[in-house]
């Protein structure tokens, strides 16, 4: 069975230093990669996707994430975090063949510190 | 583009009583929808899905006579929670996704409390 992994439950990043959340999953095949932003109270806002081409993709509020398809990744990166970006950060996978739900890792909580 | 909305954001009830919740697409045509139940400070937990016209398929342990879905046009989706109780007090999102591609839109979320 698929299965995403969020190894950091939490990560507090000072405002204004760059940021990297870790998201590794199992899966035969290379599935699609989405990373989604949650904030307190509210649904999931999409970050970006990464379906095929190029690994290196660009997403909302200066996000991007990088596919690496040797470690099996889909780390989230930005260069400077805002107070505004405190949230819960969620990666999730749905294999490539067919329509399939999506596979969540638990999430990553992310705290921005002055 | 591709935006959801969810009707109520927020909802108290009696126990015993009867909740509906709308999910709307309110740009694009959803040929699926999803449900999700949210305890606090956990990820999502995936309830039902469904499919504009057919019934909704359930999740493992989900029960479908206490947690209705009908999805009766292509951008609208509602969940009824029969019979409410306590524990079912949760944080429920409903997510959409075009025929386009397998990428899923989320609504805002819904807060029941049932008292």
């Known amino acids: 069975a698929q299965s995403v992994t969020q190894p950091d439950i939490h990560i507090t990043v000072s405002e204004g230093a760059s940021l990297e959340l870790r998201c590794n999953y199992s899966y035969g095949a290379t599935p699609y990669l989405f990373w989604y932003v949650q904030s307190p109270g509210q649904g999931l806002q999409l970050l970006l996707k990464?379906?095929?081409?190029?690994?290196l993709v660009q997403g909302i509020k200066g996000f991007e994430a990088e596919f690496k398809r040797s470690q099996s990744s889909f780390n989230l990166r930005k260069p400077s975090v805002h107070w505004s970006d405190a949230a819960e950060y969620f990666c999730?996978?749905?294999?490539?063949?067919?329509?399939?739900?999506?596979?969540f890792g638990k999430g990553t909580m992310l705290l921005v510190s002055p | 583009g591709a935006v959801v909305s969810q009707h109520p954001s927020r909802v108290i009830c009696k126990s015993g009583t009867s909740v509906k919740i709308e999910c709307r697409s309110l740009?694009?045509?959803?040929?699926?929808m999803f449900w999700y139940r949210q305890f606090p400070k956990k990820s999502l937990m995936l309830m039902a899905t469904s499919n504009e016209g057919s019934k909704a398929t359930y999740e493992q342990g989900v029960e479908k006579d206490k947690f209705l879905i009908n999805h009766a046009s292509l951008t609208l989706s509602t969940l009824t929670v029969t019979s409410a109780h306590p524990e079912d007090s949760s944080f429920y999102i409903c997510s959409a996704r075009t025929s386009r591609d397998e990428t899923q839109y989320f609504g805002p979320g819904t807060r029941l409390l049932v008292l």
């Open positions: 740009d694009f045509q959803a040929t699926t």
């Open positions: 999730a996978v749905v294999p490539p063949s067919g329509y399939s739900t999506l596979t």
């Open positions: 990464y379906f095929s081409g190029d690994t």
